[in-house]
């Protein structure tokens, strides 16, 4: 995981689309979601949002309706990850309307597993296991990281449901979710009564922390 490297190349493309004027971004619109995922994943969310804020005005002005599914899915997910969780919920359903409109079948997956991580924060255990039931009946997005962060909304509910889950492998190669994904391990393998295994998470989880050095990792 290179970082610094990313929070570079950040900030270099965002004072790049903040200089271009409205008709400028619209022809690259769809272009914004990407930096806002970056955003996300590199907690620089205030950034993002007003990134995704600006296209999606946009959008709506000039008519570019194509890009505001995943738009709106990347605003729920900055938005959940600064605490504006009734905000994110509204943006993960407009996503969902918004991709059903349109036609991106792959995003409502994406905004569905948003939803579901966002109840775990708002509500209690059936209206998540009721969201989850609701997100695995849909197909799995076919772009590969929107698949692994499905399917990690989905282990994190039946983990937080109480429900038996498959330890994941501690090994994998790190990426800007490693500390999270290793945290909710060790709560996993508490509840499977695997004490030496969550030992093991927590020692993952701290070096993943120190080695990304990001503040919600």
Request: glycine letters at 4%.
């Amino acid at each position: 995981a290179r970082i610094t490297a990313a929070r570079e190349s950040f900030q270099i493309a965002r004072d790049a689309f903040t200089q271009l004027p409205d008709s400028d971004l619209a022809d690259v619109v769809h272009t914004v979601s990407a930096l806002g995922w970056a955003a996300y994943f590199l907690d620089l969310c205030p950034e993002g949002i007003a990134l995704i804020d600006r296209a999606l005005r946009v959008s709506r002005k000039l008519g570019r309706s194509h890009a505001l599914p995943e738009l709106q899915t990347v605003r729920a997910y900055l938005l959940s990850k600064t605490g504006n969780l009734h905000e994110g919920s509204e943006a993960a359903d407009d996503a969902i309307e918004a991709a059903l409109i349109y036609g991106y079948p792959d995003v409502v997956p994406l905004a569905q597993a948003a939803r579901v991580r966002l109840l775990q924060l708002t509500h209690g255990p059936d209206e998540v296991a009721s969201e989850l039931k609701q997100l695995e009946s849909l197909p799995l997005p076919s772009v590969r990281w929107w698949r692994t962060a499905v399917q990690s909304a989905i282990w994190d509910a039946r983990n937080y449901l109480g429900e038996p889950v498959t330890l994941p492998d501690p090994s994998q190669r790190l990426d800007p979710m490693s500390a999270t994904r290793m945290a909710a391990a060790v709560l996993a393998a508490i509840t499977a009564d695997n004490l030496e295994a969550a030992r093991r998470y927590v020692d993952h989880a701290r070096a993943a922390a120190c080695e990304l050095d990001l503040p919600s990792q």
